[in-house]
């Protein structure tokens, strides 16, 4: 026999935002029962109008990309004011501040007309920078997932263990150069190193939490039930923890991120966007140096905004946190 004592418990949690809150104040006070919810749940909303019966996803993704294009928008605004005033108004530039037009221009170029930059295609800087970032977050992922587990299910041993997780939370990205550079040199594994150990302390950080979350009436339920230790772990802790999950998992993918382009700039990869900018910075290339900052943060985003928060969305809905997904 299975036990999943976090379904038993959060999905009647589901049943009464759709029915408790909506009906029971009719059901109460007027004897009309099944005729009321009949007509509820013919409808798509109910006498709440919060509480959405059914699928609103459409609806919902458009009214996301809607404010993701008008946020996308707005920085594209704030850039042009900020490159026009600093080249027209101020007019004491030396070099042009690269306008969003220019920076685009060279996108196409790179992407579409074969340019190269630093002797390498901008698609082998983009599979350079995804490969170190590939290599080092799964790292990170399978470590930070096994010892926030072990931190958090344990109560006597999270004490302990937290600390040293925090200090090596709070070295900065770059403060980590030195030791990567002595244990593996200038190079991709110096890089990998620096993204691994920073991703990593930060998905432990959110797993533990995750798990020491669980109401402990859930677990002393679970083990009334006949649950043991391992189908506790994994059949409660582990999808009540989902969300708390998959937000350090978002979190470790943003810092990993972040800390590949810096790193690339400093440990002399020799291909990567990160070594792009400083190199075309250097050779007063802004233009092209804008070019990948705008490559970084759009696979930021992508990431970010559409691989996690569906991720995310999911795990909200199936934990009854979440409706229309």
Same mark, same amino acid.
């Given at each position: 026999?299975? #036990?999943?004592?976090?379904?038993?418990?959060?999905?009647?949690?589901?049943?009464?935002?759709?029915?408790?809150?909506?009906?029971?104040?009719?059901?109460?006070?007027?004897?009309?029962?099944?005729?009321?919810?009949?007509?509820?749940?013919?409808?798509?909303?109910g006498s709440d109008p919060n509480?959405?019966?059914?699928?609103?996803?459409?609806?919902?993704?458009?009214?996301?990309?809607? +404010?993701?294009?008008?946020?996308?928008?707005?920085?594209?605004?704030?850039?042009?004011?900020?490159?026009?005033?600093?080249?027209?108004?101020?007019?004491?530039?030396?070099?042009? !501040?690269?306008?969003?037009?220019?920076? !685009?221009?060279?996108?196409?170029?790179?992407? !579409?007309?074969?340019?190269?930059?630093?002797?390498?295609?901008?698609?082998?800087?983009?599979? /350079?920078?995804?490969?170190?970032?590939?290599?080092?977050?799964?790292?990170?992922?399978?470590?930070?997932?096994?010892?926030?587990?072990?931190?958090?299910?344990?109560?006597?041993?999270?004490?302990?263990?937290?600390?040293?997780? /925090?200090?090596?939370?709070?070295?900065?990205?770059?403060?980590?150069?030195?030791?990567?550079?002595?244990? !593996?040199?200038?190079?991709?594994?110096?890089?990998? &190193?620096?993204?691994?150990?920073?991703?990593?302390?930060?998905?432990?950080?959110?797993?533990?939490?995750?798990?020491?979350?669980?109401?402990?009436?859930v677990v002393r339920a679970a083990?009334?039930?006949?649950?043991?230790?391992?189908?506790? &772990?994994?059949?409660?802790?582990?999808? #009540?923890?989902?969300?708390d999950i998959v937000n350090g998992?978002?979190?470790?993918?943003? /810092?990993?991120?972040?800390?590949?382009?810096?790193?690339?700039?400093?440990?002399? +990869?020799?291909?990567?966007?990160? #070594?792009?900018?400083?190199?075309?910075?250097?050779?007063?290339?802004?233009?092209? /140096? &804008?070019?990948?900052?705008?490559?970084?943060?759009?696979?930021?985003?992508?990431?970010?905004?559409?691989? &996690?928060?569906?991720?995310?969305?999911?795990?909200?809905?199936?934990?009854?946190?979440?409706?229309? #997904?």
């Amino acid at each position: 026999m299975l #036990y999943n004592v976090t379904w038993l418990s959060v999905r009647p949690l589901r049943l009464a935002i759709h029915l408790g809150r909506t009906y029971v104040g009719e059901m109460l006070f007027n004897g009309d029962d099944d005729a009321r919810i009949a007509k509820h749940l013919g409808s798509r909303k109910g006498s709440d109008p919060n509480i959405l019966l059914g699928s609103d996803r459409p609806a919902a993704l458009a009214r996301t990309l809607l +404010t993701f294009a008008i946020g996308i928008l707005i920085v594209l605004m704030i850039w042009q004011v900020f490159a026009w005033t600093y080249n027209d108004v101020v007019g004491r530039a030396v070099l042009r !501040f690269p306008a969003p037009i220019e920076t !685009f221009a060279m996108l196409g170029e790179f992407f !579409f007309e074969g340019k190269t930059l630093l002797g390498h295609t901008i698609y082998e800087h983009i599979a /350079s920078s995804l490969g170190r970032w590939l290599v080092a977050f799964a790292l990170a992922t399978a470590v930070g997932l096994v010892l926030g587990s072990i931190l958090g299910h344990f109560n006597s041993l999270f004490p302990i263990g937290i600390v040293p997780v /925090s200090v090596y939370q709070m070295i900065p990205g770059l403060a980590w150069l030195p030791i990567a550079l002595l244990l !593996f040199g200038l190079g991709s594994n110096a890089a990998v &190193f620096i993204i691994f150990v920073v991703s990593a302390m930060v998905i432990t950080v959110n797993v533990a939490g995750g798990i020491r979350r669980v109401p402990p009436v859930v677990v002393r339920a679970a083990k009334m039930m006949g649950a043991d230790d391992l189908t506790l &772990f994994l059949k409660v802790l582990i999808p #009540y923890a989902t969300v708390d999950i998959v937000n350090g998992l978002r979190l470790g993918m943003g /810092s990993a991120w972040r800390v590949l382009i810096a790193a690339e700039m400093v440990v002399g +990869t020799g291909i990567g966007l990160g #070594y792009a900018i400083t190199m075309t910075k250097d050779l007063l290339n802004y233009v092209a /140096s &804008f070019a990948c900052i705008a490559i970084i943060c759009i696979i930021g985003l992508l990431m970010d905004k559409v691989l &996690f928060a569906e991720i995310e969305k999911f795990a909200r809905h199936r934990l009854g946190m979440e409706e229309g #997904y």
